[in-house]
């Protein structure tokens, strides 16, 4: 069984920054982690994803250039280090994880492909 436990939300201001973690208990090269995001009323929408074997990233447009998602492998933790954050960023951030699939795959990877999830961590940004 794999466990992920998300840490690092909390409430800023707009233009503010945080950095979220996920400590994940196992880690495989072929291990995509990913980070979603849902607000009240909405669905879960992807954020960006990172491949263990060869560190690549995804990102949401609408994160591109604000977020960054990284990994220490060491400690077996995944950041999401958010910068110039806008209310519209306001949600419940979660990680994921899943096994066995290509690089490639991850960049294209849906929800419904990760089977391992935390239980989130809020984030508000106020105006």
């Known amino acids: 069984e794999v466990h992920l436990v998300e840490s690092g939300g909390g409430s800023v201001q707009a233009g503010g920054s945080l950095r979220l973690s996920c400590d994940v208990s196992t880690y495989d090269s072929s291990r995509c982690m990913g980070w979603f995001r849902q607000a009240p009323g909405k669905e879960r929408e992807r954020v960006a994803q990172?491949?263990?074997?060869?560190?690549?990233?995804y990102y949401a447009d609408s994160v591109k250039g604000r977020f960054t998602i990284s990994q220490d492998n060491t400690e077996n933790t995944v950041y999401l280090q958010m910068d110039s954050l806008k209310p519209e960023d306001t949600a419940m951030y979660f990680c994921?994880?899943?096994?066995?699939?290509?690089?490639?795959?991850?960049?294209?990877?849906?929800?419904?492909?990760?089977?391992?999830w935390g239980q989130g961590t809020q984030v508000t940004v106020s105006s």
């Open positions: 994921a994880a899943m096994f066995g699939r290509s690089s490639d795959y991850c960049g294209h990877a849906k929800r419904a492909d990760f089977a391992f």
């Open positions: 990172i491949y263990a074997a060869d560190v690549t990233t």
